[in-house]
């Protein structure tokens, strides 16, 4: 009986000690929730030999080897870092010049290169066990022109000219062309379970195509994300593609004041500021758009911190740790990871490099982590504190979580007070999540303390206390304890008399 007795105690205090004072509620996870991890699948990793037709490996512009299986042995890679969904450049079958998915011949076969179909599908299971989701680039323009439907003689009024690239474009006012492209695209998510699209040059297909694309993609499954490329730095022209049915679109009106504000140091993020507080005004539901800082169609943005003569290592965790807490969908480029030094095209469509040093891994790892367990940098609400010369202090805000975000990129410590009154919460204090440490109020102010080009992301919490239950069973426990090695000393010694 004493042993039982003592076995429940111990359950107990661990069962107590594995529940957090301040565990964030559970909440259902939506694609705001996400955070995406895009890579070309030619320059990722190499994992099947057996595929290796023409692969160059010096040739820039030549197959490099990366295929499913090496997407595959990677995924642990990808998720300990905290991604939630892996992006994929074109799979579809290309011509000999297509490493990079865009010369498309086949939207029925991938491209053999990169694995069969099977693999293909494999690797969608292999995303899925391990609670992630997966999206792919479905481009819906042009093809190459080696592609059988341009050869076709029956079709020839599909089209509707070259590119520069000598791509054959599609002709969008042509009822058939939108439903063979419709119809492939509700293929590869019945054949394959896939999560999502990402829609390259969206804004080159008129909006009519894409409600039509929208409904019947999603008919076929109701969650089904389509993010749309719309290159574009007008809200209105964007605000149309998203009201044709694309969930969000990629902000590339952010993306250039993005670069600017972290690729040197004192630099005010006003410009930042106002264009999230105006798509939050502008668009039905602006958390779903995507901010990024470079993709594999413009230089890195390492090259921007190099040319500014600034260690690409804080500059990236200082514009990291902002891409995290904004209410958009953060999507890092590969090699982001690395702080991969490149130009434009093609330099900046390296083979990954995995073999370097990890601080900037452990911290992406450290903030994708926070990310995913504060419920209010996902779905809050956003508000300015502070601003001024790089640094900034904003609030995010979801029922009664609150995060509060600090960002000093500034080459001064900044000393930044805030009363309880901003922080709309009756919560008395701050519990930092990257760098630790407690911020209490003191006659009803906060005084947050940051290093030069430092960031912090704090919860607000209840001010901590004696936990006297957590005491009285940890007591409960030695005694109980004690008890049972005094009857049993007692009971050997019994023993030992007879």
């Known amino acids: 009986m004493l042993k039982k007795a003592l076995a429940f105690c111990f359950i107990f205090i661990l069962l107590f000690q594995t529940v957090p004072a301040n565990a964030a509620e559970k909440v259902k996870r939506n ?4 955070t995406i991890y895009f890579l070309m699948v030619d320059r990722y990793n190499n994992g099947d030999s057996t595929n290796d037709r023409n692969v160059k490996v010096l040739d820039p512009v030549g197959f490099q080897g990366g295929d499913f299986k090496g997407i595959i042995d990677k995924l642990d890679f990808i998720k ?26 086949d939207f029925y076969k991938t491209d053999d290169h990169f694995g069969t179909i099977n693999e293909f599908k494999k690797l969608v299971s ?30 020839k009024n599909w089209f509707s000219g070259k590119t520069n690239d000598q791509l054959i474009s599609f002709d969008h006012t042509n009822s058939e062309v939108n439903q063979y492209l419709i119809d492939a695209a509700k293929w590869w998510v019945t054949k394959t379970d896939i999560d999502g699209y990402l829609l390259s040059n969206a804004n080159q297909s008129p909006t009519q195509f894409w409600k039509q694309f929208s409904s019947s993609v999603k008919s076929v499954k109701k969650d089904f994300y389509l993010l749309g490329e719309v290159n574009s730095k007008d809200s209105k022209l964007v605000k149309q593609y998203q009201q044709a049915g694309l969930d969000g679109t990629l902000d590339f009106r952010l993306n250039q004041p993005l670069r600017d504000s972290f690729a040197t140091i004192n630099q005010s993020l006003k410009k930042v500021l106002s264009i999230e507080a105006d798509n939050r005004k502008e668009f039905d539901q602006p958390s779903l758009m995507g901010a990024f800082f470079d993709n594999h169609n413009m230089k890195r943005y390492t090259r921007d911190m190099v040319i500014n ?18 209410p958009e969908i953060p999507i890092v480029y590969y090699g982001t990871e690395i702080a991969e030094d490149s130009g434009g095209v093609p330099e900046n ?40 010369n790089g640094m900034v202090v904003f609030k995010r805000k979801y029922k009664d979580h609150v995060n509060i975000i600090g960002i000093n990129n500034t080459d001064k410590t900044q000393v930044i007070k805030l009363s309880k009154d901003q922080l709309q919460n009756d919560k008395e204090e701050l519990r930092g999540l990257i760098s630790g440490g407690v911020v209490r109020a003191e006659n009803g102010t906060f005084k947050l303390a940051f290093e030069r080009e430092t960031s912090e992301i704090y919860n607000v919490v209840e001010k901590t206390g004696i936990n006297f239950m957590f005491i009285a069973i940890l007591v409960l426990i030695w005694i109980v304890f004690f008890a049972f090695l005094f009857i049993a000393w007692k009971r050997g010694k019994q023993k030992k008399i007879q």
Request: net charge positive; no cysteine; charged share 30%.
């Open 349 to 388: 469509r390296k083979m990954m490099n995995f073999r370097t040093e990890k601080e900037l891994i452990d911290y992406i790892t450290m903030i994708g982590e926070i990310r995913q367990q504060q419920p209010a940098l996902t779905k809050g609400s956003m508000e300015i504190l502070y601003e001024k």
């Open 31 to 34: 694609w705001q929730d996400e």
């Open 126 to 155: 292999e995303v899925h066990k391990k609670k992630m989701k997966i999206i792919i680039d479905f481009p819906t323009n042009q093809v190459s022109a080696s592609s059988s439907i341009v050869k076709d003689p029956k079709k």
């Open 80 to 105: 300990d870092q905290g991604f939630t969904t892996v992006m994929l450049t074109p799979i579809f079958k290309n011509d000999d010049r297509g490493y990079d998915g865009y010369r498309i011949t």
């Open 309 to 326: 003569k600034q260690f690409p290592g804080t500059r990236w965790k200082l514009a990291l740790t902002y891409l995290y807490t904004q």
